[in-house]
């Protein structure tokens, strides 16, 4: 079973996204978070989160974005330049910040450019940065104008049968997700933080059923799983910017006292929210759940809310440091990470800061050291 989780988030190309396309399934990935998975899933669609892997190296990105810009929309322009989205039918490109709303604009081009880069299905999904009543209703009328889009491009329909049943599909395996979260909080923890991401990251590209199966399975062999963890060891959570790259974990983890134990990422649990409501208007149930929970930092006025959320955190989870990374250029993490660092530090919380590139960790030399010199401080 971790074979399977371990397959789906450092590959591409998977067994289960292989398989999904021999069966003739379609796909469409997609660049944030905020899009609702269920309206995808609703159509019969496999979605996928977009992730920047397996570059071989970075002509395209550089040429249409530029060096200053942050380097995980410039490795999806490229992985779609090298062909590595062939498996996709669709794109949906949402302005998580203003480097994700040039990704559309550059991407567009690029496929004017060089045929065949642009999937046939290619959409700009706006998502507000409040959540004031006003706000909300404009969501609404994005998720339903996708829906439609989504409806007249692929010829299908999506009905509200279909939202229950994918809204219920989604919210089983959130639930199991929370349940692998209360392993995390345990002294001593069963699993890694190498293995729980991973688990995370399989969520946003394995097909959600298959997932479940098999994350329900995984759970019970937790049950009686031994512990193969540090003794005694630094239980920290790592914040922060976009981050797919289980070796950025793996590096934390190859000290012999460190243990990652919660994470507050784009890709790990933090997608996962609270079960969405079955309503009689699935669409507006959507919208207030995934707007609702302003997690990011792309949303306006929400510090306090996301500060309270790593506090908690950190007590559940006993957590005796947090890494707060984010990737070079990235304003909204940057920022917030020296704020959170600031607020964290006061009330005695050891904090590290660390600044990255997207993707193959170039200098993972300097990262370990600066890490190792954590570790110290903290012990």
């Known amino acids: 079973m971790m074979k399977q989780f371990m397959q789906a988030a450092t590959g591409l190309n998977h067994p289960g996204i292989t398989q999904w396309k021999e069966n003739g399934g379609a796909i469409v990935g997609y660049s944030c978070s905020y899009l609702p998975a269920e309206l995808i899933h609703a159509a019969g669609i496999l979605p996928i989160r977009l992730r920047g892997i397996e570059t071989t190296g970075m002509d395209m990105g550089d040429a249409y974005f530029g060096p200053y810009i942050c380097s995980y929309p410039k490795c999806i322009l490229q992985q779609a330049a090298q062909g590595g989205y062939q498996m996709l039918d669709g794109a949906v490109i949402t302005p998580g910040c203003d480097s994700m709303r040039r990704l559309f604009e550059c991407w567009r081009k690029a496929g004017e450019d060089h045929q065949g880069v642009v999937p046939g299905f290619f959409y700009y999904f706006d998502v507000p940065h409040k959540t004031v009543d006003h706000r909300m209703k404009w969501f609404v009328d994005e998720i339903d104008s996708i829906q439609k889009a989504i409806e007249t491009h692929f ?225």
Not at 300 to 308: H, I, P, S, T, V
Not at 320 to 330: A, E, P, S, W, Y
């Open 155 to 379: 010829e299908v329909e999506i009905t509200v049968e279909s939202l229950h049943r994918s809204i219920a599909t989604y919210n089983q395996g959130r639930k199991l997700m929370r349940d692998l979260e209360r392993f995390r909080t345990q002294l001593p923890a069963p699993i890694s933080g190498t293995e729980a991401f991973a688990i995370s990251i399989a969520g946003t590209t394995l097909p959600r059923e298959e997932f479940n199966a098999t994350l329900s399975n995984f759970l019970e062999t937790l049950e009686n799983r031994s512990d193969k963890n540090p003794e005694n060891p630094k239980r920290l959570m790592v914040i922060g910017s976009i981050s797919d790259d289980l070796d950025l974990i793996k590096l934390i983890e190859s000290n012999e006292k460190a243990l990652v134990v919660a994470d507050n990422l784009c890709f790990g649990v933090r997608h996962d929210a609270e079960e969405i409501p079955v309503t009689d208007n699935p669409l507006e149930a959507l919208a207030q759940s995934y707007l609702g929970a302003s997690t990011c930092p792309r949303m306006f006025g929400q510090y306090k809310e996301r500060l309270a959320i790593l506090e908690k955190k950190v007590e559940s989870y006993s957590v005796d440091g947090v890494i707060l990374q984010n990737i070079r250029f990235c304003d909204l993490h940057g920022s917030e990470n020296g704020l959170f660092e600031r607020d964290l530090e006061k009330q005695g919380i050891p904090c590290l800061k660390l600044e990255r590139e997207y993707g193959p960790l170039a200098d993972t030399g300097r990262l370990k050291m600066r890490l190792d010199a954590f570790m110290e401080r903290i012990s």
